[in-house]
């Protein structure tokens, strides 16, 4: 049972335009969100978060939108830059239940932002 | 400060070896993550540990152990190694669970069970 789906696995967008990458949950349990970015060949880097809270939040070029009565969430980049070219992972976690950290991820969507 | 390092890069074992995975974070960091990654997919949590001497399983622990004995260091072990395996795994640490507490994460093992 996929818990948070990113149902598309690729995108491609021209530098200096907008970026939209989307990502579903069905646990209505899910209170907090996070967008990691993924080099090839490296870790993970934290991007932005979401609290369920919010409905936006904003970091500089990158803004991440929270729907939940829709129970999806949204990453904005503007403008794209080519150095935006990597694997975005959508996260999941519920901080209520012992406050493990236990983050279940989505599938991942490729962005491709062309020069 | 190195944050969370892990050795090997990559490893080829065959069917039936055993190996250790090592990670160690200097962030002192009490929460610490095992991850897997296969090809197309996203992280799949193997184990995790709240601090020193505790640990409990993720989604996919079969076929794993793991040790917390330090704040510092997390390694898993993998014992009768099998092709499904196969897989890149990351370690990841964070100083809180909650709100806030966002994982960070190793440069990743790459192993392959032949």
């Known amino acids: 049972d996929q818990q948070v789906k990113q149902n598309s696995p690729s995108l491609s967008v021209q530098e200096g335009r907008i970026s939209i990458l989307n990502c579903d949950y069905t646990?209505?349990?899910?209170?907090?969100f996070l967008w990691y970015k993924k080099y090839p060949a490296e870790g993970p880097t934290f991007l932005i978060s979401?609290?369920?809270?919010?409905d936006k939040n904003e970091d500089g070029r990158f803004t991440v939108f929270l729907n939940k009565s829709a129970k999806h969430l949204s990453l904005h980049i503007v403008p794209s830059q080519p150095g935006d070219s990597a694997v975005y992972f959508c996260a999941a976690k519920t901080y209520g239940s012992g406050n493990t950290g236990k983050l279940i991820f989505g599938q991942g969507t490729t962005l491709q932002v062309k020069p | 400060n190195a944050g969370v390092t892990q050795t090997p890069k990559f490893r080829i074992l065959k069917i039936g070896q055993s190996m250790t995975l090592q990670c160690a974070q200097d962030?002192?960091?009490?929460?610490m993550y095992w991850y897997r990654q296969d090809p197309g997919m996203g992280l799949k949590l193997i184990y995790y540990?709240?601090?020193?001497?505790?640990?409990d399983k993720g989604e996919v622990p079969n076929g794993y152990n793991v040790s917390r004995s330090t704040t510092e260091d997390f390694p898993l072990r993998l014992e009768l190694a099998a092709p499904s395996q196969t897989s890149v795994y990351f370690c990841a640490s964070s100083w809180r669970g909650g709100v806030g507490g966002e994982q960070y994460f190793g440069p990743g093992t790459r192993l392959t069970v032949t």
């Open positions: 979401i609290s369920s809270i919010k």
């Open positions: 646990n209505s349990m899910f209170d907090y």
């Open positions: 962030m002192n960091h009490n929460y």
């Open positions: 540990s709240v601090g020193a001497g505790i640990t």
